[in-house]
């Protein structure tokens, strides 16, 4: 799997959107870009992956820049509910998880 | 909207004692995995099961550790004689078979290990 780089944190103000940044600079051809969150200590819950194009689906939306070494999470609308940590996982037969990034939505 | 479960949701043992944690995949996803979460700590990946064997395995995975499929819905982790430092959050998930990859995974809520 390809090494990601993800800020330790970030804070989004409650009803904005949410972009969170991730590097991969290193992802070959048939890497996906995979996002997970994990609220508190429960388990880690799928949100969205891509391969070249922008993908959305009901719980967020997946930029990926053209040359592919790096990709956005938006979350359009983030509530108190969306607070976790947000994990972006290059790779293509596991997942391996880092440390994510901490996003604190405030009231 | 399936999901993955797990049994029990918490289980307090004795070191050297063995342990079985349950879990129940989606029914239609051919891919298995087990993770463990140290407190504080990342989600570490254990083992995957296809097709009835293992697939692959981390280092963590000795020879304490085995995974079996009785059934056609039960997918289970054995930990034959239990350590302190297996005290952690274990996580199974399952994944469907697809082209994009095996990244899909859809995780249960976990089976939390206390061995004293």
């Known amino acids: 799997d390809a090494k990601t780089t993800q800020p330790p944190s970030m804070d989004c103000a409650e009803g904005r959107a949410a972009n969170l940044p991730c590097n991969h600079s290193t992802i070959s051809g048939n890497e996906y870009v995979y996002w997970y969150r994990q609220i508190h200590s429960q388990g880690p819950q799928y949100i969205i992956h891509?391969?070249?194009n922008n993908e959305t689906n009901e719980m967020a939306s997946l930029i990926i820049t053209e040359d592919r070494k790096s990709s956005t999470l938006i979350l359009p609308h983030a509530t108190l509910r969306d607070t976790a940590v947000y994990y972006c996982i290059a790779g293509y037969q596991k997942v391996t998880f880092g440390t994510g990034t901490k996003l604190q939505v405030i009231p | 909207e399936p999901e993955v479960t797990q049994t029990p949701s918490h289980q307090v043992t004795q070191m050297g004692q063995e342990v079985i944690l349950r879990c129940v995949p989606i029914?239609?996803?051919?891919?298995f995995y087990w993770y463990r979460q140290i407190l504080g700590q990342k989600v570490e990946f254990l083992v995957s099961f296809y097709n009835n064997e293992i697939s692959e395995k981390s280092e963590i995975f000795d020879d304490q550790f085995s995974v079996e499929r009785p059934d056609g819905s039960n997918f289970t982790l054995k930990i034959r004689s239990t350590k302190l430092e297996d005290s952690a959050m274990y996580f199974c998930?399952?994944?469907?078979?697809?082209?994009?990859?095996?990244?899909?995974?859809?995780f249960g809520p976990g089976t939390r290990l206390t061995v004293l």
């Open positions: 029914s239609n996803h051919l891919y």
């Open positions: 891509g391969l070249k």
């Open positions: 998930a399952s994944s469907p078979v697809g082209a994009s990859g095996r990244g899909e995974q859809f």
